[in-house]
């Protein structure tokens, strides 16, 4: 199979030509793994890959498999592969090895992909822009100056720039809806509860976090899902497996009522500028929509953007101090002996010194939010917001400097963290780290179903997706929706070129 015939499919038109006999899946893995071997030196999205164990897990998969031979990535994070590391993203647990699959992992062995490596993380996923100490940094493909942004930065690298036509993504805070606005993906987040993450977890981040993919289609997205959701044995959530996302997708939606908001409420007390064609993106949606039939109207979300940003750094806080505890287990470090970042270290002392009281005040608030995103979505079904302020930030630009990392540093003094919460330090961080994309959280804090959409690409020619909520458990109606919008747009046709196009352009930019 020919390189530019390999690019030019979906992972369904993969499984498809696979089924007719019309190519080996022995031949379209070979061409994946071709691409990775020529691309990723200086692309960074795969931090190592199982080339070798790949091949002969497939000669396992049966023929009936839906995506039988169909190359996926994972992420260096959460999804665990027996016997295999696992680093998150962080050279503390460079040498870590996963026991068990994950749920997620064993059911895509299920579908028939074939796993070919993992995508590069921040370390632990904690920001929304990919560029770890320890593994190198994912370029975005439409310009490898710039960050494809994060968590799942390396994935979205990685299928932008043709290596698999989808890769596994996690959302804890925008993580696959972010890097899909940066790289002109489509990307998917479920609703809570919807996809597993046992056996080594229950809920991550008190259930903000939820993993799916992203991908150049729609139906892939949903084809997925079909695949991979509903409940683990064990699992907080009683959500069980359901069928039909795919052929949701059939099926144009009915008259939809959709409020748009630019995101003003959630921007405004981080200090958030909304860039000129971010603003352009929503205005030619809401157009689109309305040509579409929809009713489209403008209205804010009911929320407080200071106070849910107070209540998600809360618990982020929280969880990284917990996680940090189970890394020291797991490996035999002190905590305070652990090869982490800067900046993780500091926010993990901050998290150390948190009330129980002000835990369980934050995680109140998020159920409160919950029900007053439910209240409003009686009113609308869907929400039509920014995902980022703009569009894909310059490699560097958002990590924090030097300078601000020894500042951080004094957090080692005794009674320095418990100083550094009393005056405020919650809401520097939270302005530092959420004002370039506080668009997202929203859905991870209420467990809503959540998509970015490729709908813009600006004169620059960077991209500019857009987000559209739905109401918890409206999995189906979103998709359709998509669908609709993407049969209008044909946003694969905007992919950037292949990246890099030959191996002196590879050098020059590695470089």
Not at 447 to 457: C, K, N, T
């Amino acid at each position: 199979m020919q390189l530019d015939d390999y690019r030019r499919y979906d992972a369904t038109g993969l499984s498809e030509l696979i089924r007719h006999g019309d190519v080996s899946r022995e031949e379209v893995v070979a061409a994946a793994c071709s691409q990775i071997e020529t691309v990723n030196p200086g692309l960074g999205a795969v931090v190592r890959t199982r080339f070798d164990k790949a091949r002969r897990e497939l000669e396992r998969v049966p023929a009936e498999a839906p995506f039988a031979g169909v190359p996926l990535l994972t992420k260096d994070l959460l999804m665990a592969i027996q016997g295999e590391p696992m680093a998150c993203g962080s050279a503390a647990l460079r040498h870590w090895r996963a026991t068990d699959d994950s749920t997620l992992v064993s059911r895509l062995r299920q579908a028939g992909f074939a796993i070919l490596g993992q995508t590069a993380t921040p370390e632990l996923g904690l920001m929304g822009i990919t560029e770890p100490k320890a593994f190198p940094h994912p370029r975005n493909p439409w310009d490898p100056q710039r960050s494809p942004g994060g968590s799942s930065g390396g994935a979205a690298a990685a299928v932008a720039a043709g290596l698999v036509p989808l890769a596994m993504a996690g959302d804890g805070g925008g993580s696959i809806r972010i890097p899909a606005s940066y790289c002109g993906l489509f990307g998917f987040k479920p609703s809570r509860g919807r996809v597993p993450l046992g056996p080594m977890y229950a809920e991550v981040w008190e259930g903000a976090v939820v993993e799916h993919a992203l991908t150049r289609s729609v139906r892939d997205s949903a084809a997925l899902l079909d695949h991979i959701n509903g409940m683990d044995v064990g699992a907080p959530m009683p959500m069980g497996r359901e069928e039909g996302f795919l052929e949701a997708t059939r099926q144009p939606p009915t008259r939809l009522r959709i409020a748009v908001s630019l995101g003003e409420p959630l921007g405004r007390s981080l200090g958030s500028v909304l860039d000129p064609q971010a603003r352009q993106a929503i205005e030619a949606a809401a157009q689109r929509l309305e040509a579409l039939g929809h009713h489209v109207e403008w209205c804010e979300p009911p929320v407080d953007g200071e106070a849910l940003a107070d209540s998600y750094l809360t618990l982020y806080l929280g969880h990284l101090a917990a996680d940090l505890a189970w890394i020291a287990e797991q490996t035999g470090v002190a905590v305070g002996k652990l090869d982490i970042e800067p900046s993780t270290r500091a926010v993990g002392r901050l998290g150390r010194q948190l009330k129980a009281r002000d835990y369980v005040l934050g995680k109140r608030h998020w159920n409160r939010v919950a029900r007053d995103m439910g209240a409003f979505h009686q009113r609308f079904d869907m929400l039509l917001m920014p995902v980022a302020a703009g569009t894909a930030p310059r490699l560097g630009e958002l990590y924090p400097p030097p300078a601000r990392e020894r500042l951080m540093s004094l957090l080692a003094l005794p009674g320095v963290p418990q100083l550094a919460l009393k005056l405020g330090l919650l809401k520097r961080l939270a302005s530092d780290a959420l004002r370039h994309t506080p668009y997202t959280q929203l859905a991870n804090l209420t467990g809503q179903p959540a998509m970015s959409l490729p709908m813009h690409v600006t004169p620059a020619g960077l991209p500019v997706g857009v987000q559209v909520l739905g109401a918890m458990g409206d999995d189906r109606r979103l998709l359709k929706l998509a669908a609709e919008l993407e049969s209008e747009v044909r946003w694969s046709d905007q992919l950037p070129r292949p990246w890099p196009v030959d191996k002196d352009e590879q050098s020059a930019t590695a470089r």
